[in-house]
Structures are given as structure tokens and as C-alpha cells.
């Protein structure tokens, strides 16, 4: 760690105690459970402290990386250089009205879409399952069964990159698949989400079959880090990985799942470099047998 990180550790420590750290493995913070250490993990709980952190950080000149619940999220076996954010338990807040809710950050998505269920509000059903965090599937404008984030979003409420508090209009934002046209620096604190009021049975039946599909599909209990790569148009990437033959294909301690070819699944030894050998491996064999080359969906972050 330089004499940059460590002033900045420093510096946050009275702001932070032991909710900032040095040298913190990234492993223990991803789904992937994989990743090196960052120079300083900063756990900030409300929308001031994580201010502060943004300016303690740009005084000496660090990079800032947030990984939320480390879902979608592949970080380099040399860790994260600079600031890695954790949003703590302040950004977990959630405010129900009879046609939405404001969610913090931090909140898990998936939960949140089960917890509508029972307030007859629809629009999350979607969103069961998925392993992040409201501002980690705000970011990457998570979807899924044909239907993604930007379709319910109100309002984003964030910190920008140096350290003022504002809130984003969904109009302010350029929603594309897999993107959420959040400005460079700019980090999310919270979202209001506009919900349909429907009978709670109505609601519950969506998400019941929802559920009952991506758990039919997709690999349970493993480590892994969701869809690796994004879908190309028309086509499905697990559909083509799979045409190229790669079901069960090892690198090191990962795999390519049996159950569906867009996941990769650590085996509990497994490194960045396996995974990423095993993307590239991947993207090879679709574009040689279909013409098609795959596009990242997870973010690769970090010293590799």
C-alpha cells in the first residue's frame, strides 16, 4: 500500500474507526469469493460519511471503487488499488407509500421484490432472485424475463465525484441494456422505484413463476457471479456457449456450468485468471462457431 493509501486511511479513521480497513481480502466481499485485497475498504453508513470518503479520497488522489453486495463482479488476484466502498447497514433503509417505495443502496434487490409481494405493488417481480443490491442492479440497469430496472425507476439519489449529495431525475439517466447512464464518479445512495398497484395474489403468482424459472435454470448453492456475459441481440449467450461446446469446461478451480452455460462457478479454489481464462476461452469458440462475439456482462475490476 502507498503513502496516498495510507493517508487516506488515516484520515478516515476518525470518521470511520473500524468500519475502515487496510489490505482487506476482496474475496470475503464478492459473490464470486474470489479477488485480492483492497488498499483501504471503507464501510460508510449514511450519505455524509460516504461524502467524506469521496473527498478523503480525491485529496490524495485515489481512485474509488464500490462493490455493493460483490455480485456481478470480478475483481483482479492483485486486488483493488485506492478506495474500495462497501455501503454499510444506513444505506439498507426502506420507505414503502401505496405506489412505490425508496430503497437505500445497500438494500438487497431481490428482497425487496419479494417484501411488494405483500403490499400488492408490481413492477419488481423480475427482480427475485437477483443476488445484488438496489445501487449495484441501478448501475448495470439489471433485468431479466423481459424486464429491467429502467422500466421502474423514479428517482436516484447519490454522491458525485466530489463529494456533493444530489438526486437524478430517471430522465437524467440514459437506461440502455446493461446500462444505466450514471456520470463517471457518480455514486448511488438510493432510488425510488414507481410500482403498480395490483392484488397481492396477482403479484405473487408473477413472481412465484419467476422464481420457479431462474431456480430450474440456473446454478444453486456454488459460488459464481451471475450472467457473465450480456445477451447479443436475438440470441442468448448461454445458448451459444453451449452450441460451441463448453458445458463443464475447467481452468484451475472454475468451471462453466452444466446447468446453464452463462455461469461460471467457483469451485472454492478458484483464482481471477481461471475465470477470466475460461471468458476468453468462451468468447473464442462463439465467435469461430457463430460469428458472435460475446460482450462482458460482469465487471472485471482491479490489479490483474
Known amino acids: 500500500m502507498g503513502e496516498d493509501a495510507a493517508a487516506t486511511y488515516e484520515a478516515l479513521v476518525t470518521t470511520l474507526g473500524t468500519r475502515v480497513r487496510c489490505r482487506e481480502p476482496l474475496a470475503r466481499h464478492t459473490s464470486f469469493r474470489i479477488g485480492g485485497p483492497a488498499d483501504v475498504l471503507a464501510q460508510p453508513a449514511s450519505a455524509d460519511e460516504l461524502a467524506a ?93 423481459g424486464s429491467e430496472m429502467a422500466a421502474v425507476v423514479e428517482a436516484v439519489e447519490g454522491v458525485t465525484a466530489d463529494g456533493r449529495q444530489t438526486t437524478l431525475a430517471a430522465s437524467d439517466l440514459s437506461f440502455a441494456y446493461r446500462h444505466s447512464g450514471v456520470a463517471p464518479g457518480f455514486l448511488v445512495t438510493g432510488v425510488t422505484f414507481r410500482l403498480a398497484p395490483q392484488p397481492a395474489e396477482t403479484v405473487a403468482r408473477t413472481l412465484d413463476a419467476l422464481r420457479d424459472r431462474r431456480l430450474a435454470s440456473q446454478p444453486q448453492g456454488a459460488a459464481n457471479a451471475g450472467s457473465i456475459f450480456k445477451n447479443p441481440p436475438g440470441d442468448y449467450a448461454g445458448r451459444l456457449i453451449e452450441a460451441a461446446g463448453l458445458k463443464g469446461r475447467r481452468v484451475g478451480g472454475a468451471h462453466i456450468s452444466e446447468r446453464h452455460a452463462n455461469f461460471i462457478v467457483n469451485d472454492g479454489e478458484a483464482h481471477a485468471v481461471d475465470v477470466q481464462a475460461l471468458m476468453a476461452e468462451a468468447q473464442r469458440a462463439v465467435w469461430e462457431r457463430s460469428g458472435v462475439w460475446l460482450e462482458p456482462e460482469i465487471r472485471l475490476v482491479g490489479s490483474w
Open 53 to 145: 470518503v469521496v473527498r478523503a479520497a480525491a485529496a490524495h488522489r485515489l481512485p474509488v471503487t464500490v462493490v455493493g453486495a460483490g455480485s456481478n463482479l470480478l475483481v483482479g488476484d492483485g486486488g483493488i488499488r485506492g478506495v474500495v466502498v462497501k455501503l454499510g447497514a444506513g444505506f439498507r433503509r426502506v420507505a414503502w407509500t401505496t405506489r412505490g417505495v425508496t430503497a437505500g443502496a445497500a438494500a438487497h434487490v431481490g428482497k425487496l421484490a419479494r417484501a411488494a409481494v405483500s403490499r400488492g405493488l408490481s413492477g419488481l417481480e423480475f427482480a427475485e432472485g437477483i443476488p445484488g443490491t438496489v445501487g449495484g442492479a441501478l448501475f448495470m440497469n439489471a433485468g431479466a424475463y
